[in-house]
């Protein structure tokens, strides 16, 4: 390859920029087929290419370019398991949305990076759906067609959890009160009040005894 290159554009090269007059891909056709037949050329075009853009080369093993053949291929795939519509319709609202805004390549770190991003932005619900969504593609599609890549790329990240919803309210004395005069059984009178005072689990004040309860008074023991 040394010697298809001018002394300046060598010096280019080193210099780490590249000359006006770009190569095209007829060049580039040009330098692999004498690389092919030419093994001192190949030894030294693979050197040239391991240095300047060795990890670039590293990382293309490490990609999925999807197609919109893959998408319909997993369609097919999911239909003859018996996957309801509905399911596969979120699950393709889900892929599709990450494949868009991934620009069709799948990476370790673009996944990683990306719902990270959604995370972020969207929770954790939202990260969940993406990435179980995600998973299923790789697993129908990928793996029959390259395990190497689909091992690389399904291992890569976990399917994000949703976290517990903490948006429950509390209801006012007002509407205990309310409950609690709807309630015609002394037990269950009893029990509700229990509850609600104590804030024991449901199952808790069944160690109560009516024997233990002073209904006179407001006063209960717990049994041990």
Do not use: C
């Not at 040239?48 to 990609?63: E, F, I, M, N, P």
């Not at 233990?212 to 041990?224: F, K, N, P, Q």
Request: glycine share 6%; proline share 4%.
């Amino acid at each position: 390859m040394l010697k298809l290159l001018t002394i300046e554009e060598l010096q280019a090269l080193l210099r780490g920029w590249v000359p006006e007059k770009r190569a095209t891909l007829s060049d580039a056709l040009r330098v692999i087929i004498t690389a092919r037949e030419d093994p001192s050329f190949r030894e030294q075009f693979l050197a040239l290419l391991s240095r300047y853009l060795g990890d670039y080369v590293q990382s293309l093993g490490k990609t999925w370019h999807v197609t919109q053949d893959d998408v319909e291929a997993y369609v097919k795939a999911m239909r003859l398991k018996g996957v309801k519509e509905k399911t596969l319709r979120d699950r393709l609202y889900y892929i599709q949305r990450a494949l868009s805004e991934l620009d069709w390549v799948l990476s370790p770190e673009g996944i990683r990076d990306y719902l990270a991003e959604v995370l972020e932005e969207d929770g954790h619900n939202v990260a969940r759906h993406i990435s179980a969504s995600l998973k299923s593609l790789l697993k129908n599609v990928l793996q029959p067609k390259d395990p190497g890549l689909f091992g690389i790329l399904y291992n890569s990240f976990k399917v994000i959890k949703s976290r517990p919803s903490n948006r429950a309210r509390l209801p006012t004395i007002e509407e205990l009160r309310q409950i609690l005069q709807g309630i015609e059984s002394i037990e269950a009178k009893t029990y509700f009040i229990i509850l609600a005072e104590t804030g024991l689990r449901p199952g808790e004040p069944f160690l109560v005894t009516m024997d233990d309860v002073d209904l006179e008074h407001g006063s209960y023991a717990l049994a041990r």
